[in-house]
């Protein structure tokens, strides 16, 4: 089996800005979500570029390019800071505020999580990057160097490939949500999975 060099880096670490390539990450892997606000990826990028919060997000570069992304985010952080005049401003006030409508109860809603739970969310890697041990990569990163006692992470019943991942890591699922207008989302149920690591001091 072919290896790669992967090599992963909290954004806030890093001595250059990577927002863009970040933001870009994001808004492929979340094409078809994003779809209905605009079909122009550089206007999408430059949305979100400016909502990132590059405290709790990790990226994967592979060959000096960045190719995956995973945000840890916890009760004082969420991985993005949705913001309706930058919404409105890139894609016009009915689909702008629209698109806020969706997002912020998604993103802007305080996790009520204790201090010692870590939130995975946003996990994306580029086309060209799939299969290559990218998530993989960036999910043992944070598992070995953030310091929580407990992660818990959501996942679609659809995506299959992330959840067999999570699973591979030890998560187990707690709660299962009936989505709401399932079928114009694509899938039935989310799925919420939780993993106990012990202390390592």
């Known amino acids: 089996m072919e290896s790669y060099e992967i090599r992963v880096m909290p954004m806030r670490e890093c ?15 979340y094409e078809k979500d994003l779809a209905f606000l605009s079909n122009n990826r550089g206007k999408l990028i430059e949305a979100f570029q400016k909502m990132i919060c590059p405290e709790v997000f990790y990226f994967a570069t592979l060959e000096g390019e960045v190719v995956g ?10 991985a993005l800071t949705i913001d309706k005049t930058i919404l409105r401003d890139s894609f016009g006030y009915v689909k702008g505020s629209m698109a806020y409508h969706f997002m912020k109860d998604e993103f802007n809603k305080k996790l009520s999580y204790q201090d010692d739970t870590g939130y995975i969310e946003c996990v994306a890697t580029t086309v060209k990057a799939r299969g290559k041990g990218v998530s993989t990569a960036l999910m043992s990163y944070v598992l070995e160097n953030e310091g929580y006692h407990r992660y818990i992470l959501e996942v679609v019943d659809t995506n299959e490939v992330a959840h067999r991942l999570y699973k591979k890591f030890g998560f187990t699922e707690f709660e299962r949500k009936k989505e709401s207008f399932s079928k114009m989302k694509g899938f039935k149920h989310s799925i919420y999975m939780e993993l106990y690591v012990a202390n390592k001091n």
């Open 15 to 29: 001595n250059r800005d990577v927002s863009r390539e970040v933001a870009a990450v994001f808004v492929d892997g």
């Open 69 to 78: 992304i995973l945000a840890c985010s916890n009760n004082q952080n969420r």
